[in-house]
C-alpha cells in the first residue's frame, strides 16, 4: 500500500525558505512522478510542480522560479523548497504521487499546514 | 492558463438522490479531465480521470462524462458518506496544471 507523508516547520517567516520533505512507502520513488499540491483558502488548489528520478521537472510559472523540488531515491524522500515566502504562501501543502506520469493525482499524502508570519 | 469553473458551488440533497455536478473549462482539455472528492480534514481522492474512468476502488456510483469543454459528475443515488467537496482539474494544458473551484455536496 503506498503512503505518503509530508513533514516541514508548520511556521516560517516571511522573506524565508520554506522546505518541505514527503516519505514515500509501499512502492519504488524511482518508478513514478510526484507532485507538490497546496491548499489555501484564497487560491483554493494549486498545482506547485512534479519530478521524476531523472530530473525531470515541471514546475508552476505563476511561481517565478521560486520552487524546487528534488528526489532521494535512497532514502525514499521527495523534498520541496520554496524561497521568498509571503503571507499568501500560507496553505497546506500536500505530496501525491503523479499516477504514471499522466497528470492525474493519486494517492496524497494527508498534507502539512504551513503558516507564514511576518 | 486554462481555467475550470464549477457549478453549482453548493448541492444541497438528500441520501438516496442523484446528484449532477457541473465542471466547465475556458478552453477544450479533450477528455484530459479528473475528478477529486475531499472530506473535511483529509487530503483529495481520485474518483475519475480521463473524463470517465473510474480511479482504483472507486464504487460505480460515480461516473463521468463529457468532453471538450464541459464535463459532468454524476452519482447516481448519495450515499451518507458522499457529502463532500468535489474538485475537478485539467492536464490538457501542463504549464500549468489547473483545479477548479470546487462543488459542496452538503445534506438537505
Do not use: H
Amino acid at each position: 500500500q503506498i503512503q505518503l507523508q509530508e513533514s516541514g516547520p508548520g511556521l516560517v517567516k516571511a522573506s524565508e525558505t520554506l522546505s518541505l520533505t514527503c516519505t514515500v512507502s509501499g512502492v519504488s520513488i524511482s518508478s513514478y512522478y510526484w507532485g507538490w499540491i497546496r491548499q489555501s483558502a484564497g487560491k483554493g488548489l494549486e498545482w506547485l510542480g512534479r519530478i521524476y528520478a531523472s530530473g525531470n521537472n515541471d514546475y508552476n510559472p505563476s511561481l517565478n522560479g521560486r520552487v524546487t523540488l528534488s528526489l532521494d531515491t535512497s532514502k525514499k524522500l521527495c523534498s520541496l523548497q520554496l524561497t521568498s515566502v509571503t503571507a499568501a504562501d500560507t496553505a497546506v501543502y500536500y505530496c501525491a504521487r503523479d499516477m504514471s506520469g499522466s497528470g492525474w493525482f493519486d494517492p496524497w499524502g494527508q498534507g502539512t499546514p504551513v503558516i507564514v508570519s511576518s | 492558463e486554462i481555467v475550470l469553473t464549477q457549478s453549482p458551488a453548493t448541492l444541497s440533497l438528500s441520501p438516496g438522490e442523484r446528484a449532477t455536478l457541473s465542471c466547465r473549462a475556458s478552453q477544450s482539455v479533450n477528455s484530459y479531465l479528473a475528478w477529486y472528492q475531499q472530506k473535511p480534514g483529509q487530503a483529495p481522492r481520485l474518483l475519475v480521470y480521463d473524463a470517465s474512468k473510474r480511479a482504483t476502488g472507486i464504487p460505480a456510483r460515480f461516473s463521468g462524462s463529457g468532453s471538450g469543454t464541459d464535463f459532468t459528475l454524476t452519482i447516481s443515488s448519495l450515499e451518507p458518506e458522499d457529502f463532500a467537496v468535489y474538485y475537478c482539474q485539467q492536464r490538457s494544458n501542463w504549464l500549468p496544471l489547473t483545479f477548479g473551484g470546487g462543488t459542496k455536496v452538503e445534506i438537505k
